[in-house]
C-alpha cells in the first residue's frame, strides 16, 4: 500500500469528530435493529442436557409431577397406620410379612392401601414371615407424597434464566426432555488489513498476526455469542464489502476490525455507509476512539479499532451489552468494584473518557492500584490487569494517592491473594511467578518493573510487599544496604539475597562494531541504549561513568531508556542500538554476545510483617528450595548460592 | 427387588459408623492416589484457538517479540529527525517524498535508517512530491520499537493459570501457535437402582427419571471435569462391578450413585471393597451421610447417596476439590460469603454438620435468608436456593434472627436485586416471577409460600418487601383489612389487589365419592386433605365450619396439611384424599373437577417504601399492564378486573 500515496492524499479525513461516549451509547443502543437483536432474540429447542448455562426463553412448566406416586422415604416395611396402634416397649405388636407389613426400599411406590413406613432399625425380626414394633406409627410417616418436590404445572424456571445443573436435574425430574433456550448470536469477525497474517505464519518485517480476531472471538465467546472470523482480508474497499455483503446473510452483528479511522487504508466507514447507515464515527474515549458505529439491512454493523487494548475496550462497551442483554443479562456475572489507591500520579486528556488498566494488591490493609503501560498496541496490559478505573472526560487525570474505583476482572478474594512487588526486573522473578502457583495455586505473584528506587519507594510507602533491587553504593562497592538505612528509616525489613548476576555490556552475535569496554560507549560510530532513571543498571553505569570520566552528551544514545534488562538486548537484537548495559542471562535469552564487566546482588527487601505473613511464606519457602535454585541456574549467568539467605536485617 | 427379603435380611447392616465430616476429609484427600490426581494431573497440548478457560499446565513463554520490528505508531511519513532540526511555524521545512519522507501506515515497518513519524495532521502538502513541516520531531517520536509490547523469551502466563481471551491473543502476538494446558479430569458417572429409567422415558409408578446424572453431569462440566453417565445400572452386584472395573480402565475417578447405604440393594461398599480399598463409609453430614470414599486400582471411587439434595452436597464436598485442585484451582470463582439474618428458627441434629438451603433478598438495610424446604428429595430446594448455611456439628440449630454467613451461588447484586414475597400462594406470583424477567431482567422475584399470616408477620418484622394474603374476616366478610390493622399497627401499607379468584372442593374427575358441600367433609367415607393452620384458605375453612357448626374431629384428613393449592390438588389427583379445599385455577391446572363455594380476593400487603422503590417499579408495572393481565386470565379461574389497584392505604 505504498503507491498511489498522492492520489489518495485527497480521500484523507484527517479529524473525525469524536462524540462524548453518553451520545454515542444513545444513539446506537437506541436504533430500532440494534434494540431487535436486544429485545426480540430468536429462540431454539435443545435436549435437556444441552442446556447447561443457556438462558431459557420461555417459563419453563413441570410436566409430571415429582415424586410422581406415593412413596417410602426409609428402608423398612410398609404398614397401615391403624394396625400399629397400641404398639409398646413393653408390648410389642406383631405384623405379618405379606399381609400387615410388606418390605419397602427407599423411593419404592407405597403399596395400595398402605399409608405409612416403619424404619427398618425400628424392627425386630421374629422369624421369616413376621416381624414385631414396639412404636406406633402416624399416617404418612416416611413417605413421600406424590409431588412432594414438584407438582405438575408448577413453574420450575422463569424465563431469560440461566441454566444450572439443579435445574437441569429438576427439569428432568418434572418430566421435561427438552427446552426453549434463546439462541446465541451469531457474529462475524472481518480482519481486515494488508500487514495481517494468520497464526503461525512465520513472519517477515511488516507482517501483523492477526491476534484481534483471537481476542475477539474468545471475548465475543466468554459473553456467549458464536464467533466466526471471514478473514484476514487486505485493505481492499471491493473485498470489504464483498465478505460484508455475504456475512449479512448469515449472521446477526457484523465486527468489521482495523480500518476504523480516517487514514488512507481506512475503509471500514466507507463500507458502512455505502452499504448502509454510519450512526456514529468517532467516539471521545480513550483507547479506542475511532470506533464507526452503523447499521446495514437492519443489522448493527462496527467497526473497531485496530490496536488490542481498543480493540477490547470498545468490544466491551458495543458489542458485550448487544450480547448479554439478548441473553437478558441472565448468567452475567456483572463485573464487582473495589476501592483502591492509586500509586501513581496519572494524567488524562480532558473532553476524553479514559479507561486505565490497573494491577492491584492488598498491602497491609488498603488496596493500591498500579497502572499498567497505556499504550493501545499493549496488549500484555490487558493480560496483567485486574480491572480497569475510568477517568471521566471532565477530569485531567488523578492524583497520586487519590481513591478510586476499580471495575475488577477477578475477586477480591484473588487481589487480597496478590504479591505486590515492585523495582528492579530480573528474570528470576518471572521463574518465582510461574512456579510460586505449583505450591500455592491460589496466590498470584505479580511484579512491576519500575527501577529499583521506585521499588524501595513503594515499600515506604505501603505499597508493595516486595521490592527487587540492586542498587551500588559507589563509595563503599555494597548493595542496597545504603539505600535502605537513606529511605527505609525506623522500618524494620530484612534484605533477602535472590540472586548474583553479571552485568555487562550486551553485543550483537560476532560484536561488529568490536565494543570492548564502557570507554567504547564514547565512540561516535557506537549507539548505546539505556535504561531509565531510578534502575540499579543506570545507577551502576552513571557510577562507572564517574570513575572513568566520562561525560553523559558523549555517548550517543544515552538519552534512550528503556525498562528491562530484555529490553535492551530486544533493542540490540533489533539493530537500533550496539550494546546496552544488562544482565548476562538477558543477553543469553536473546542469543547475543556479551563482555561481562562486574558481579552485582540482586536483593529482595521484604518489611518483617510481610516476610512472615501466609501470603508470602509458599514464596520464602519457594526460593530456599533446591529446585528452584536449579531452574534459575538454568538460565545461565547467575549465582544462586545464598539464594533465600538474609543478608541483612534492619529493625 | 421384592423377593428374596428375608433370605438377604442378614446381610443388613443397619447402622453405618458416621465419622465428622474434618476426619473424612483428612482420610480421603490425604490418600496418595487421591493426591495424584490432585497434584500430578496429566496435560496435553491443544491448539491455541482451543485453550479458552482451559488451565496452562507449564509457563508460556514468548517465542517472538511484538513488534517484531520498528514499526510506525500513527500514520504519517517516517523521516530522519536529524533532517527535522529547525523547522518552525515562521520557517517550514521542505521533506521530499521518496528521500527525506516517506508515507507510512500504522503498523508499516519503519523504512531502513527512518528513525521518527510526523503525524499525518503536522504535515502540509506542498505538491506530489513534497511536504513541509512546522516542528522537529525526536527520535523514535511515533515509532514502536521492537518488542515494546512483548520480548522474545518473556513470560506471557505462569503455569496453573486460566486462559482467558487477552492472554490467548498475547500468546498469539508471541508466536506460539500452541500451548500445553492441564487434561480434564474424566470423571464416570454410574447411576444404579432397579427404579431408575432414562430421561423421556413415560414413567408408571415405581420408576423414577434418572435425574441426578443429569446433575452430576453439569455439576462436573461446571467445575471442569468432563462426565460420562455409564448407565443406569440395576441393584445388581455383578453387573455393578462390571460396569466399575471396565470403568477403571477409561477414567480418572469414578462416582457410583445411590446404593450407598447399608440396605438390602445397597452395594456400592461391598463393590468397592471387593475392587479396592474403603477409607470411609458413612460421614456425619444432613443431608449426605451415606457417602462411600474408597479407591480402587490407583483411583478414587466414591459412592454418593441417591436423594438429590445429598448427591449435590456430597458431590461438592467430596468431587469438586478433585476437580479444582487438580485444575490448581485456576479458574476457581470462589463463592463469595454473605452475612444474613435467618427468619425463622432452625433445629438441626447434634452431632452432625448441616447444610441448609437458604433464599436470600435484601430488605430495608438488611440482608433475609429464609430456610427452603430441607428434605433431601426435594430438588426444588437446589433450584430455588441462594446458597447454603453450614450449622456445625456441635450446634443444636440456629435462633430465630440469628447472624448466619451464607456461602453464594450468586452475586451479592443479585441478592440485592431479588424481590422477597412471603405468604399466600397463588399462580398469578409464578406469572410475575416469570415475566418480570422482560421488563426487569436484573430483578428475581423470589416468593415463599407459608401461608398468609406468617407471610404479615414477615411484613411486620420486615423480612420482606410484599406479603400475598388472601385472609377473611368472617365477622365482616372482608378481606385482609381487619388483619392488617390487627398485624401491622402504624407501618405505611398498601394493599394491591391482585386477583379476584374462586374458593371451591377440588375433586377427582367425575366426582365418585358424590361430594357436594362442606357438609360432605364430615362422611366417614370422605377422606379430606387440608391447608397448613395460617393460611387464607384454613382460616376461611375453619370459619366456614363453625357456620356449619361442623367439628375438626368429624372430618377425615382434618390433621393431614399441604402447603399450596397446587399441592392439595395433586393430592386429589393422587387419590390420597377425596377432595380439598382450594382455588379453582389449581384444579384445573391439574385437569379436576371443582365445586365452586366461594369468592374471595387475593391481595399483595406492600410497604409504602418499597411501594415506591426501584426494585418493585417494574412488578407494579406489569401487575397493571392489560398483557399480564391477559395471561393470568388464560388460566382460567380468575377476576383480574382490579388488578394493579390500590383498594386500602395505611398510613
Known sequence: MMNNKNAEFNHRNYYLSDIPLPEAEDIFFGESCVLDVIKSPASEILPLTATLGRVTSDPVWASTSSPAYDSSAMDGVAVRSEDTIGASETNPLTLIIGSTAIWVDTGDPMPDNFNAVVMIENIIEENETSI???????PLQHVRPLGEDIVATELILPEKHAITPPDMAACAAAGLTKISVISRPKIAIIPTGDELVPLGTNIKSGDIIDSNSVLLEGLISEWGGVPSTLGPIPDDYKRIVNCV?????DFDMIIINAGSSAGRDDHTARVISDLGRVLVHGVAIRPGHPVVLGIAENKPIVGLPGYP?????????????????????????????MQAIITRKVNSQMGEDEFLQVKLGKVGNKVVATPLQRGAGIIMSLVRSDGFVKIPRFSEGLDYGSEIMVNLNKTQEAVENTIVCIGSHDMALDLISSQLRRIAPHITFASSHVGS???????QNSEAHIAGSHLLDPDTGIYNITYIERYLDRMPVKLVR???RIQGLIIPKGNPKNVNTLIDLARPDVNFVNRQRGSGTRVLLDSKLKELSISDEDIKGYDREEFSHLSVAATVQGGNAD????????AKALDLDFIPLMDEHYDLIIPNDYYQ???????????????????V?????????????IVAEFN
Open 132 to 138: 414385631s414394633i414396639t412404636d406406633p406409627v402416624a
Open 245 to 249: 455483503k455475504s456475512a449479512l446473510n
Open 309 to 337: 487494548v481498543s480493540t477490547a475496550l470498545t468490544a466491551e462497551i458495543f458489542i458485550k451489552p448487544l450480547i448479554t442483554t439478548s441473553l437478558g443479562n441472565a448468567n452475567l456475572t456483572r463485573s464487582n468494584q
Open 453 to 459: 528506587l521506585a521499588g524501595i519507594r513503594a515499600i
Open 498 to 500: 535472590l540472586v548474583g
Open 579 to 586: 550494546t546496552g548495559l544488562g544482565i548476562l542471562s538477558a
Open 613 to 631: 505473613s501466609n501470603l508470602l511464606q509458599p514464596l520464602i519457602n519457594l526460593i530456599n528450595s533446591s529446585g528452584f535454585q536449579e531452574s
Open 633 to 645: 541456574d538454568a538460565l545461565g549467568g547467575y549465582d544462586t548460592h545464598d539464594m533465600g539467605k
